[in-house]
């Protein structure tokens, strides 16, 4: 088939009267190696509430957990902790996230046993306790089980379930509503960034940790208790916590390395932003505004960023908005030695470098279907706890040998990377739709591991298909 007649057959326009596709939300059987099952969804309705939900509970996890940035900042003008090194403090954020992550298969388990409720109700308790906990730490390996262990596996429970429970709600604006619910750490980000900043000068850390604390209760257990999951979209078979043979797709394997390049750039920028601003000169107050404005571009970014993957193709987006995101660290943040070049900086990357967790769940839902979806994510999960570990680490260990200038081409090199992965995907893509319309012309009923079976993974990856326009 000719990139003509395959343009033809994926343009938007096409897609509107021909008859719905996996890419609207109704999963055949014969694609992705899912099982058939008629399941429309509302496209909104009750969805919208659960969107909110899943917002207000991303703003008080990954949100509170973003003023990490200004609470690192200050401990390591002030060395708070007696013999706490830099990396201590670098560990704890990741390992916040990190944790967060490697939970997910115990997550998936509790929520499909005790339901939605319980889950995230739980997940509310523990950052409670993580949060208020914190506020009483002594040593610094107080602040490693509660900011990083305690906080992580509470988020988990929270942020994954809600993640998980979201996208059978919507079809055609899946992005959108996922989009609108990550734009929840932007927002988060930026009232904590500054709440956290201005409460540490004038109440002390201690307090500044109860204010998030209680926060965090109240709007977690409003949430928690508004979030429904669809029955209707449970799959007719029972599907596997974390199915590891999904590591025998190529085009999983794209996904992970999606995830793991740009989290050790995403994570990286992230923490370190407020301390670079310190670096140059800038007082903790501007560098704080700094991080908030970074998610600012949060939320600016993600929502439009969804809408815009929708419209022009989920895979194609995301890997335009990666590979832009890597492109202004270079142009922009290295070059950035001023306060406002920095802001201009902090809110045109904020806006692209959250694509990942944006985007994610509607790009998996493209390459492997829903039915597979949950047990990929819990993969891709567990794929991202070490990068998330370790990134802020390397960032800092970067920045004491040899200065910002290493890691501010570390962190754009990786979301260089992170691109590239995507555009061998989008070929991919292309690819699997030539197949099926190959057997759909050719009238041949052809099993669902069939696609998995060409005799090489590389006979798609050709310069032709690189470089083809459509929606994809």
Known sequence: MDGMELQLRVSPQDTQHSAPSDTENIVPSNINGTDAFDDIPPNGGYGWVCTFCAFMITVHTWGVNGAWGVILNHFLLHSTFPGATHLDYAFIGGLSISTCLIIGPLVTKTYKTTGTTFTQLLGTALVFAALFGASYATKIWHLFLTQGVC????????????????????????????????????????????????????????????????????????????????????????????????????????????????????????????????????????????????????????????????????????????ALCGLLCFAIWIPAQSYALLLVFAVLVGTVCGTFWGTITPVMAEVVGLNRLPSTFALICLALVIPTTVAEPIALSLVATSGYLSTQVYVACMFILGSVSLWVLRSWKFYELEMKALREREGDVVSSHALAAVPSYFTWVRPRKLFLHGRV
Not at 295 to 306: A, D, H, K, Q
């Open 151 to 322: 906080f992580g596996i509470g988020m988990g429970f929270l942020y994954l379930t809600s993640m998980a429970v979201l996208p059978p709600w919507f079809s055609t604006k899946r992005s959108l509503a996922i989009g609108i619910a990550a734009s929840g750490s932007g927002v988060g980000g930026l009232i904590y960034n500054l709440g956290a900043g201005r409460a540490i000068e004038t109440l002390g850390v201690d307090a500044t940790y109860r204010i998030l604390a209680f926060c965090a209760l109240g709007a977690n257990t409003f949430s928690s208790l508004l979030m429904k999951e669809r029955k209707e979209a449970r799959p007719a078979t029972p599907q596997r916590t974390v199915n590891y043979r999904e590591l025998s797709h190529f085009e999983v394997f794209l996904l992970i390395l999606w995830g793991v390049a740009t989290e050790f750039g995403y994570i990286a920028l992230w923490y370190s932003l407020p301390n670079y601003a310190s670096s140059i000169g800038l007082n903790p107050q501007q560098g704080s505004v700094a991080g908030a404005i970074m998610n600012l571009g949060l939320v600016i970014g993600r929502p439009i960023v969804g809408h815009a993957s929708d419209t022009f193709g989920r895979i194609t987006i995301s890997m335009m908005m990666t």
